[in-house]
C-alpha cells in the first residue's frame, strides 16, 4: 500500500477588486493573492478497496461529493482512468467557509498528491486546468506564493515574495455567503482598491507600503452585513498592525505587523476575546 501526506495552505487577499459582471454571470476580478504558514494535513493512501473514502477531525464536515477533496479525486480517475480506491484523511485547521480558500486548497492539494502517487506527470498547467472546473481558486492554491490574480480568478501570474511580515488572523464565529456577498455588490459605488499600487509595494518590497495598499471590494457589502468585521479591523489597527483587511468574501480579517512583539501581543488580546477559538499568528509562506 503506497501513501503521501501533503500540506494545504491558505491564503489571503492583498487586494481584491471587481471590476465586472461577465455576461456568463461571472464577476472579472483583479486580486493579489499571498499564501500563508496555516495549512491543512492530507494523508493519502491506496487501497484495495474500490472508492474514495474520507475521514475528517471535524464531524460536520462532508465526506461524499459535496466536498472538494472528493471532487478533485474525481476529476483526476476520471481524467487518467485509473479505478479509484484511496483512503483520504484530512486533518482541517484552516478555518471552514472563511475567505482564506481552505477547500480549494484542500482540492489543489489532492490533485498534487494524486499525480505523485499515481506518478501520472501532469504539468501544473495541467492540474490547472483540472482545478478551474473545481473552483476559481484551485488554479491559485496550485501555483502559490504572490501572484495576481485576473479573469474570474483563473489568469494568474507569479509575484516577488512579498517582504517578511507577522500575519495575524482572526475569524470570527460568523458565516457568510459569497454568492450573496456578490450578488448584493453593488460595483459603481462600492470602493476599489489600487493594486497596481500593490503591485509597486511588491516590486519595491516595502512592507509599510503594501500595508498601505490593502483593500477589499467586498468589504462593502459584509462589513454592513457583520459590523463586528470592522471594529476587529480597529482594534488591530490599534494594536500596532501597519493594515488590516477581510479576505475574500469575509469574515476573516488578516493584520500585518513588523515585528514580533507587537504582533503576539495583539495575537494574546483576541486570544483570550470571543473569537479566540480561531485566531492565529502565522506569516506568508512562498516555494
Same mark, same amino acid.
Given at each position: $500500500?503506497?501513501?503521501?501526506?501533503?500540506?494545504?495552505?491558505?491564503?489571503? %487577499?492583498?487586494?481584491? !477588486? *471587481?471590476?465586472?459582471?461577465?455576461? !456568463?454571470?461571472?464577476?472579472?476580478?483583479?486580486?493579489?493573492?499571498?499564501?500563508?504558514?496555516?495549512?491543512?494535513?492530507?494523508?493519502?493512501? $491506496? /487501497?484495495?478497496?474500490?472508492?474514495?473514502?474520507?475521514?475528517?477531525?471535524?464531524?460536520?464536515?462532508?465526506? !461524499?461529493?459535496?466536498?472538494?477533496?472528493?471532487?478533485?479525486?474525481?476529476?483526476?480517475?476520471?481524467?487518467? %482512468?485509473?479505478?479509484?480506491?484511496?483512503? &483520504?484523511?484530512? !486533518?482541517?485547521?484552516?478555518?471552514? =467557509?472563511?475567505?482564506?480558500?481552505?477547500?480549494?486548497?484542500? =482540492?489543489?492539494? @489532492?490533485? @498534487?498528491?494524486?499525480?505523485?502517487?499515481?506518478?501520472?506527470?501532469?504539468?501544473?498547467?495541467?492540474?490547472?486546468?483540472?482545478? &478551474?472546473?473545481? #473552483?476559481?481558486?484551485?488554479?491559485?492554491?496550485?501555483?502559490?506564493?504572490?501572484?495576481?490574480?485576473?479573469?474570474? #480568478?483563473?489568469?494568474?501570474?507569479?509575484?516577488?515574495?512579498?517582504?517578511?511580515?507577522?500575519?495575524?488572523?482572526?475569524?470570527?464565529?460568523?458565516? *457568510?455567503?459569497?454568492?450573496?456577498?456578490?450578488?448584493?455588490?453593488?460595483?459603481?459605488?462600492?470602493?476599489?482598491?489600487?493594486?497596481?499600487?500593490?503591485?509597486?509595494?511588491?516590486?519595491?518590497?516595502?512592507?509599510?507600503?503594501?500595508?498601505?495598499?490593502? #483593500?477589499? /471590494?467586498?468589504?462593502? *457589502?459584509?462589513?454592513?452585513?457583520?459590523?463586528?468585521?470592522?471594529?476587529?479591523?480597529?482594534?488591530?489597527?490599534?494594536?500596532?498592525?501597519?493594515?488590516?483587511?477581510?479576505?475574500?468574501?469575509?469574515?476573516? &480579517?488578516?493584520?500585518?505587523?513588523?515585528?514580533?512583539? @507587537?504582533?503576539?501581543?495583539?495575537?494574546?488580546?483576541?486570544?483570550?476575546?470571543?473569537?479566540?477559538?480561531?485566531?492565529?499568528?502565522?506569516?506568508?509562506? %512562498?516555494?
Amino acid at each position: $500500500m503506497e501513501s503521501i501526506q501533503v500540506k494545504a495552505y491558505a491564503k489571503i %487577499n492583498l487586494g481584491l !477588486d *471587481v471590476l465586472h459582471k461577465r455576461p !456568463d454571470g461571472y464577476h472579472e476580478v483583479r486580486m493579489v493573492m499571498q499564501t500563508i504558514r496555516l495549512f491543512d494535513k492530507l494523508t493519502i493512501k $491506496m /487501497t484495495h478497496t474500490p472508492g474514495i473514502a474520507i475521514k475528517t477531525n471535524l464531524s460536520y464536515l462532508p465526506c !461524499d461529493e459535496n466536498n472538494l477533496i472528493y471532487r478533485a479525486a474525481s476529476l483526476f480517475f476520471k481524467a487518467t %482512468n485509473e479505478k479509484p480506491g484511496i483512503h &483520504v484523511t484530512l !486533518d482541517k485547521h484552516i478555518p471552514v =467557509a472563511a475567505g482564506l480558500a481552505g477547500g480549494s486548497s484542500d =482540492a489543489a492539494a @489532492t490533485l @498534487t498528491a494524486l499525480n505523485e502517487l499515481y506518478h501520472t506527470g501532469f504539468s501544473l498547467a495541467e492540474l490547472q486546468e483540472f482545478g &478551474v472546473r473545481l #473552483g476559481a481558486d484551485v488554479p491559485y492554491c496550485l501555483l502559490q506564493g504572490a501572484a495576481l490574480s485576473e479573469g474570474i #480568478g483563473e489568469l494568474l501570474t507569479p509575484l516577488p515574495a512579498p517582504p517578511s511580515a507577522y500575519c495575524l488572523i482572526v475569524k470570527p464565529p460568523i458565516s *457568510v455567503s459569497t454568492r450573496y456577498v456578490y450578488e448584493h455588490l453593488a460595483l459603481d459605488t462600492a470602493p476599489h482598491p489600487d493594486i497596481d499600487a500593490l503591485l509597486s509595494a511588491l516590486a519595491a518590497g516595502s512592507l509599510p507600503a503594501l500595508a498601505a495598499a490593502l #483593500g477589499n /471590494t467586498l468589504e462593502s *457589502v459584509t462589513i454592513p452585513l457583520h459590523p463586528e468585521i470592522a471594529k476587529i479591523k480597529q482594534q488591530l489597527v490599534d494594536l500596532g498592525a501597519l493594515g488590516a483587511l477581510m479576505s475574500g468574501s469575509g469574515p476573516t &480579517v488578516f493584520a500585518l505587523f513588523s515585528d514580533r512583539q @507587537t504582533a503576539e501581543h495583539a495575537f494574546y488580546h483576541f486570544k483570550i476575546s470571543e473569537y479566540g477559538r480561531q485566531t492565529y499568528l502565522t506569516g506568508f509562506w %512562498n516555494r
